[in-house]
């Protein structure tokens, strides 16, 4: 059973809600202006709430007096979930399928299909911060790199997909008051995700995480900027090239939708911690048109081609696509790889139509 609600989940009145056994999926973003409060309060105080599971990395420690709380990865263990007769979950995700929030929810619901399990399920949609733009191609579970979907409409996809028959329930985003007065990102939905702009280079920029290139992880502009110590003998990429800066016609690291700033930086944290990185920040033109997974493609390629020290062993658990893997080490050229993804992507707004609930479908860009 499948339901779209458009009133707050707390005027909800079914009685599994009211009177079963509830457990609470949350991240720090489940706070509400119009009750001042967090989700995990709220329910509480009804005396119902049982157990809180929490991604990692988000809230910490114990979260009510007498409500287990349990931190959780990429799954939720089945145990947990036997007792209780509903399960609340509200949290942001970030519009690209790189999010652990995106595969815990794939591995719940193929969980509760698996056990045909009876177990409600509300989900509190947020608005995605990415917004409506795809890029990218179809990866494991069916979704495009950045996919242009709430995650209200990524369960629908999911429940879909699977053929589960437990009940789910879908509050719409303009019922509840935290879509309507806080944008997206006013309250990150994890450390890294901090700013206006990281959702417009998320999709792309992440993927130096499957690299030995820092992408700005322990600094103030995580996925805006990326460097290493030894990306250092670039600074004298440009004479050597005819080029006199890097926002230049032809110059391997320029988009229109962009300006590049040559920079340094010191993560206080992570990878490189405490040293001097040499890069790049990229800067977003609002309103111009911008890829992110494609520049970024091209821009691993730009480091694969000209500097040796770059290794790219976890980058395949990214980019999910051999295609894409073959280009960014030296084997397809530009062309044919553009091509390809233009196909994918036009494969999945086929697709995702079916899935959306609020009258405005994702698009591509060229």
């Known amino acids: 059973m499948f339901s779209f609600r458009t009133t707050p989940l707390l005027a909800q009145e079914d009685q ?48 009510v007096p007498g409500v287990e709380t349990i931190e959780v990865t990429t799954s939720i263990d089945e145990a947990s979930l036997l007792d209780l007769d509903a399960l609340v979950i509200e949290l942001q995700d970030v519009g690209a399928r790189y999010s652990n929030y995106t595969s815990l929810l794939f591995n719940l619901f193929k969980r ?63 019922a509840e008051a935290v879509n309507r007065e806080l944008m997206a990102w006013t309250i990150p939905p994890f450390s890294d995700f901090s700013g206006l702009f990281t959702s417009n280079f998320y999709s792309g920029q992440c993927l130096w995480m499957g690299t030995n290139v820092s992408y700005g992880h322990g600094t103030n502009r995580p996925f805006e900027q990326f460097g290493a110590p030894w990306m250092e003998r670039l600074s004298g990429y440009l004479p050597v090239h005819g080029l006199r800066t890097w926002n230049d016609p032809g110059s391997p690291v320029a988009h229109p939708g962009l300006h590049v ?106």
């Open 261 to 366: 700033r040559w920079t340094r930086f010191e993560p206080s944290y992570g990878i490189y911690r405490d040293q001097t990185c040499f890069g790049f920040q990229l800067m977003f033109i609002p309103g111009v048109a911008y890829h992110a997974l494609n520049h970024a493609l091209q821009l691993l390629r730009f480091i694969h081609d000209t500097c040796p020290e770059f290794t790219d062993e976890g980058l395949g658990r990214y980019l999910e696509d051999a295609t894409l893997l073959s280009y960014v080490e030296g084997r397809l050229d530009w062309e044919d790889t553009r091509e390809y993804i233009k196909a994918e992507e036009q494969k999945w707004l086929r697709k995702s139509k079916k899935f959306t609930l609020y009258g405005d479908d994702p698009f591509r860009i060229k």
């Open 16 to 63: 599994v809600l009211r009177k079963g056994r509830l457990g609470l999926l949350c991240n720090q973003v489940a706070w509400h202006p119009d009750t001042g409060e967090y989700l995990f309060e709220s329910l509480a105080r009804r005396g119902n709430l049982v157990r809180i599971f929490t991604p990692e990395h988000a809230l910490y420690g114990p979260m």
């Open 112 to 174: 509760l299909k698996a056990a045909d399990a009876a177990l409600s399920v509300f989900l509190v949609d947020r608005i995605n911060p990415a917004g409506r733009q795809i890029e990218g191609t179809l990866g494991i579970i069916g979704l495009p790199h950045r996919h242009g979907l709430t995650l209200g409409e990524t369960a629908n996809l999911f429940y879909s997909e699977l053929g589960a028959r437990f009940p789910l329930h879908i509050i719409a985003t303009a």
